[in-house]
């Protein structure tokens, strides 16, 4: 199993809070992604980084930030959480000199939002 | 938008036949496909992929078709096994043209019926 670690694994929070997700990883790829699991939708990409301080939007950014200070480390935040950001949050890696462009994905993150 | 489908959200096969699922999409510059397997409260799992200069990769009971004119591919699993139900998710990047970026369908759910 790649070694990603997603915290927390589960988080229950009231609209208009704060939020950060945490992934990390142990395989020094440079590739990070985070993604959205929805019912109807499949996985949709928040954000991505291409390396540390390097990021860019995916398809669903709105409402959320993220940071890469370091190579191992891919934070997303929410900095007001909205009941439409109740979902399951997935952190993927992937290593550009892979052959197929495979992503490694986390255990998910689940966060109810009230 | 929807750049890749999985127009059929589920699917029933009996044990021992086989499973076909299909995906379809639009993006012409799609060169990379790739099926991931999901298993609740799990992380997708890489299955197998193909890449735009081929139209057919095998792995043991898994077998992906490309056909490139019809911009369509399909997953074929044969015998299907009580342990391949899960929630199968096809998805492409057009590595060929700096994106790595993986665009996900809306999956299928296949329940495999003893």
């Known amino acids: 199993d790649a070694g990603i670690t997603q915290s927390p694994r589960h988080k229950v929070t009231e609209t208009g809070t704060p939020v950060t997700l945490r992934c990390h990883q142990t395989?020094?790829?440079?590739?990070m992604y985070w993604y959205r699991q929805d019912p109807g939708h499949g996985l949709r990409l928040i954000h991505y980084?291409?390396?540390?301080?390097?990021?860019d939007k995916g398809e669903v950014s709105d409402g959320y930030s993220v940071s890469r200070s370091k190579t191992e480390d891919f934070l997303l935040t929410l900095e007001s959480a909205t009941s439409s950001q109740t979902s399951v949050y997935f952190c993927?890696?992937?290593?550009?000199?892979?052959?197929?462009?495979?992503?490694?994905f986390g255990e998910g993150s689940r966060l109810t939002v009230l | 938008d929807q750049q890749v489908k999985q127009n059929s959200p589920s699917l029933s096969v009996q044990e021992g036949r086989i499973s076909i699922l299909n995906c379809d999409y639009t993006?012409?510059?799609?060169?990379?496909f790739l099926w991931y397997k999901k298993y609740p409260a799990e992380g997708p799992t890489f299955l197998i992929s193909?890449?735009?200069?081929?139209d057919k990769n095998e792995d043991g009971r898994f077998t992906v078709f490309l056909n490139k004119s019809a911009k369509h591919l399909s997953l074929h699993i044969v015998p299907s096994q009580p342990g391949d139900s899960a929630v199968y998710f096809c998805?492409?990047?057009?590595?060929?043209?700096?994106?790595?970026?993986?665009?996900f369908g809306t999956g299928t759910r296949l329940t495999i019926i003893p």
């Open positions: 980084s291409y390396g540390v301080k390097d990021t």
């Open positions: 193909i890449s735009s200069i081929k």
């Open positions: 993927a890696i992937s290593d550009p000199r892979g052959d197929t462009g495979e992503l490694f």
């Open positions: 998805a492409a990047s057009a590595r060929g043209f700096g994106n790595e970026k993986l665009t």
């Open positions: 993006n012409s510059m799609f060169d990379y």
């Open positions: 395989e020094n790829h440079r590739y």
